[in-house]
């Protein structure tokens, strides 16, 4: 099997499920219909075998996960998902690779159906396994979320439950034990299968001052939206959201340094003022655990402090830190 043999038998079928796509997959460029009064919210991230995945984890997983990073990024920008180009470095093609490539697309187009998105473009070469997937969408002009807008006072919240996903990693690598099939089977779920919060990201539209997702770990990633937006931040450790499967796996410095610094949970960490705490209550109720885990402050820097108030040092992902 060849490049375009390739392409055509596992990915062409992806690109033909929405109307806006005048041409997709097959040809050197996709044609695209935008909708008026809104602007594109356009990201790209790059899946790395060894770094960002085990080798060994299924490839289903890893098809859903270079997806749902993308998607994450769309969702804390208010953005809905519309379109993906998908680039595929491949360390060569034959029987088994052809098995990896069919459970791939497999997971790829379980979360790309979940949320309207259709592939309509990308590339194929030889070389370390490497994923990179461009996403992009639509959000009303004048309404996107940014990184910028938090003001000191307001409150600092986070959906879900962060450090699950890196614990899950930890199980999936052999470093940790679960004596609970079912906590092992959450935890490693989170890291396998991100859930996106697409929907959530878009009802928070006009009530979040700023917004990012937690990639990274969440201390460090507050800290940019801290930066960004020119004011610090003070989070309570005690205050932090903990999944039942998370408390049973680790005690509580471990717990913490997974919630922090663990990333990889593609929840989204966002900003408001007190006033609309009701508001958000009622607009996300039923559907996704949100936690008010701190405030925004004038002095810059994030402070993690414990229950006596005393500062707590977390670091999160860095590619390039020594």
Same mark, same amino acid.
């Given at each position: 099997?060849?490049?375009?043999?390739?392409?055509?038998?596992?990915?062409?079928?992806?690109?033909?499920?929405?109307?806006?796509?005048?041409?997709?997959?097959?040809?050197?460029?996709?044609?695209?219909?935008?909708?008026? $009064?809104?602007?594109?919210?356009?990201?790209?991230?790059?899946?790395?075998?060894?770094?960002?995945?085990?080798?060994?984890? +299924?490839?289903?997983?890893?098809?859903?996960?270079?997806?749902?990073?993308?998607?994450?990024?769309?969702?804390?920008?208010?953005?809905?998902?519309?379109?993906?180009?998908? $680039?595929?470095?491949?360390?060569?093609?034959?029987?088994?690779?052809?098995?990896?490539?069919?459970?791939?697309?497999?997971?790829?187009?379980?979360?790309?159906?979940?949320?309207?998105?259709?592939?309509?473009?990308?590339?194929?070469?030889?070389?370390?396994?490497?994923?990179?997937?461009?996403?992009?969408?639509?959000?009303?002009?004048?309404?996107?979320?940014?990184?910028?807008?938090?003001?000191?006072?307001?409150?600092?919240?986070?959906?879900?439950?962060?450090?699950?996903?890196?614990?899950?990693?930890?199980?999936?690598?052999?470093?940790?034990?679960?004596?609970?099939?079912?906590?092992?089977?959450?935890?490693?779920?989170?890291?396998?299968?991100? +859930?996106?919060?697409?929907?959530?990201?878009?009802?928070?539209?006009?009530?979040?001052?700023?917004?990012?997702?937690?990639?990274?770990?969440?201390?460090?990633?507050?800290?940019?939206? $801290?930066?960004?937006?020119?004011?610090?931040?003070?989070?309570?450790?005690?205050?932090?959201?903990?999944?039942?499967?998370?408390?049973?796996?680790?005690?509580?410095?471990? $717990?913490?340094?997974?919630?922090?610094?663990?990333? +990889?949970?593609?929840?989204?960490?966002?900003?408001?003022?007190?006033?609309?705490?009701?508001?958000?209550?009622?607009?996300?109720?039923?559907?996704?655990?949100?936690?008010?885990?701190?405030?925004?402050?004038?002095?810059?820097?994030?402070?993690?402090?414990?229950?006596?108030?005393?500062?707590?040092?977390?670091?999160?992902?860095?590619?390039?830190?020594?």
């Amino acid at each position: 099997m060849g490049e375009f043999e390739l392409i055509d038998r596992f990915f062409a079928k992806l690109g033909a499920i929405r109307p806006d796509v005048l041409l997709g997959v097959g040809d050197d460029a996709a044609l695209l219909v935008t909708p008026p $009064a809104e602007v594109l919210a356009l990201c790209v991230d790059t899946l790395v075998e060894g770094v960002h995945f085990p080798a060994d984890l +299924d490839a289903a997983d890893i098809g859903w996960r270079a997806l749902a990073v993308n998607l994450s990024d769309l969702a804390a920008m208010g953005a809905k998902p519309a379109w993906a180009t998908l $680039a595929l470095t491949l360390p060569r093609l034959d029987e088994a690779m052809e098995d990896w490539l069919e459970a791939f697309a497999l997971g790829f187009g379980a979360l790309a159906r979940q949320h309207g998105v259709a592939l309509v473009g990308g590339d194929t070469t030889r070389g370390p396994l490497t994923i990179s997937v461009t996403a992009a969408g639509f959000v009303p002009a004048g309404q996107a979320l940014l990184r910028s807008g938090a003001r000191v006072g307001d409150l600092v919240y986070v959906t879900g439950w962060p450090g699950d996903a890196a614990a899950g990693l930890e199980l999936l690598q052999g470093k940790r034990q679960c004596a609970s099939r079912a906590d092992r089977s959450t935890l490693e779920t989170r890291f396998r299968r991100p +859930d996106p919060r697409v929907a959530v990201g878009q009802k928070l539209r006009g009530l979040a001052t700023a917004c990012i997702d937690v990639s990274d770990g969440l201390a460090q990633d507050l800290g940019r939206l $801290a930066a960004a937006s020119g004011v610090g931040a003070r989070l309570r450790i005690s205050e932090l959201p903990r999944s039942r499967a998370l408390q049973a796996l680790a005690d509580e410095a471990a $717990a913490v340094r997974f919630t922090l610094g663990g990333g +990889d949970d593609y929840e989204l960490l966002f900003t408001l003022p007190p006033v609309r705490a009701e508001m958000l209550r009622a607009t996300l109720a039923g559907s996704v655990p949100c936690h008010c885990i701190g405030e925004i402050v004038a002095t810059p820097g994030v402070r993690c402090l414990d229950k006596e108030m005393r500062e707590v040092k977390v670091a999160g992902w860095d590619h390039f830190r020594v």
